[in-house]
């Protein structure tokens, strides 16, 4: 590895380093007696210095493999997942949204769903796999590049259908905070087990790690760099590399409902000639949603190999986040792109023997494929009624985060069929007219979750085996 002493991005890996401040707000939560908490490094640092049990520490496999947590493990691990939520979701609250479709509805719905069916579902996954396969689902994505294996779900499956689940259920008031205790139970637990079996450095969260998601074997590092090519003497390549990374994203974005599922990062892998690469997947045509039809004419997945020298910017610090985004101070760190290859792969579960390389030169045809199926996408979603899209929009995450976990345990058919996931709960079929009320999507939801004090504890006299028995 090449010294480079005068980084100063790479001192936020040293220890001690509290990082930077991406944003002025600080986070309350559940913690109003004690100072706030800031963003990034240092509030990853604070929140944990307040846990009352070692859940967020480094655990060893005997600790993931254990059946469940105990009460103050589940209040620990709300309080990490509040504030890691509040410290991506806020970073992003002044981002564009679609015009057309209704996300913080179709959110709200989704995360409910997610909360009411997903243990039934990870129960089927576990009892089919084992825990150690739950943690093998985990680890194939050190193997893999275009797989949905990877931040943004792994999180989302668990986390954010727990937080994000059970925030939206308390403010509508359809539940207490002493419920779905075993429910809460089996969501971590699985999340748990996903995420340590793909880091494998005894960490869940990137955020645990100064924002670091280095996953991949090094033979997958190998065979990207193999292909990669030099942009410094190549202002078209390079031109045409960016073009064709923001005209798929669009598209990953568009069919995947305006969220980030469509498109995830890992690293930053650190070189030995002193840059780094970011690797990139854009996923264009999620086919098991009938609007991808729109997409046919597309791969699966392009997965983007970008080279950085982020020392030749004055970079300050580098975030992966969570759900597989990037941050930069400065914020466009891509004017420290130095190369790149761009991977296709056909399927979902194309070999990775069988992903081939794209040539610059062909990138202008892939291009137009896009650009063509997102105009009609567009002009399908332009044709759909505000019921369709928030349903379209419940079917993104809650079929979505969890979609790659069942095609790798070879459950989805069963899921389909038996436990009929592409039904909507009655429940959440009620909620959608209960929503629109009181400004309920728009502000009540969005200030607890942007506060942090929507997500309730369980109460410390809580039953660890408790569901819900009581409707009211």
């Known amino acids: 590895m090449v010294a480079h002493p005068q980084s100063e991005w790479r001192k936020r890996y040293e220890p001690t380093d509290d990082g930077l401040r991406f944003m002025k707000l600080t986070y309350t939560g559940n913690f109003t007696d004690l100072p706030p908490i800031p963003d990034g490094i240092l509030g990853d640092r604070v929140i944990r210095q307040r846990m009352k049990t070692k859940i967020m520490e480094p655990l060893s496999e005997a600790d993931v493999l254990r059946d469940s947590l105990t009460i103050d493990e589940l209040n620990d691990f709300n309080n990490y997942i509040a504030w890691c939520l509040w410290d991506m979701v806020v970073l992003r609250a002044t981002e564009g949204a679609s015009g057309m479709i209704p996300r913080q509805e179709y959110e709200i719905l989704a995360f409910a769903q997610c909360f009411y069916r997903y243990p039934e579902i990870m129960d089927a996954i576990t009892r089919e796999v084992g825990a150690k396969g739950v943690i093998e689902i985990g680890a194939s994505a050190r193997k893999e590049i275009g797989t949905k294996i ?37 969501l971590l637990k699985f999340t748990q087990r996903v995420l340590w079996g793909k880091r494998q450095d005894g960490y869940i969260f990137n955020s645990q790690n100064r924002y670091r998601c280095a996953i991949h074997d090094q033979d997958i590092i190998d065979r990207l760099l193999g292909e990669c090519i030099d942009f410094r003497d190549e202002k078209e390549k390079h031109d045409a590399f960016l073009a064709f990374n923001a005209t798929a994203e669009l598209l990953a974005f568009f069919d995947h409902y305006d969220c980030r599922l469509g498109v995830g990062d890992t ?56 759900i597989g985004t990037t941050f930069t101070i400065p914020k466009n760190y891509l004017e ?26 062909d990138l202008e045809s892939h291009v137009e494929k896009i650009r063509k199926a997102t105009f009609k996408l567009y002009l399908k979603t332009a044709r759909m009624s505000r019921n369709e899209l928030i349903l379209n929009g419940i079917y993104t995450y809650f079929i979505g985060f969890l979609l790659p976990h069942l095609r790798k345990s070879g459950l989805y058919d069963y899921a389909c069929k038996d436990l009929k996931i592409w039904e909507i709960d009655q429940r959440i079929a009620n909620y959608y007219y209960e929503i629109p009320k009181r400004n309920f999507a728009q502000a009540v939801v969005p200030q607890k979750v942007f506060s942090g004090m929507g997500y309730l504890p369980f109460p410390d006299t809580a039953n660890p085996k408790a569901s819900k028995y009581f409707w009211r």
Do not use: Q
Not at 154 to 182: H, K, Q, T, W
Not at 287 to 315: Q, R, V
């Open 336 to 361: 420290a792109l130095e190369g790149g290859a761009i991977f296709v792969r056909e399927k979902w579960d194309t070999p990775m023997g069988e992903l081939y390389p794209l040539a610059i030169k």
């Open 150 to 186: 990877n931040c943004v779900h792994d999180f989302c499956v668990g986390s954010v259908s727990f937080g994000m689940g059970r925030c939206a259920l308390l403010a509508l008031e359809a539940i207490e905070p002493n419920d779905y205790v075993e429910e809460s139970n089996t």
């Open 267 to 322: 690293g930053p892998y650190e070189l030995p000639d002193g840059r780094v690469l970011l690797i990139r997947d854009i996923f264009v045509n999620e086919d098991i949603y009938h609007w991808s039809d729109a997409c046919e004419e597309l791969p699966y997945c392009y997965t983007l190999a970008i080279i950085l020298n982020l020392d030749a910017i004055g970079l300050k610090e580098i975030r992966l986040n969570d």
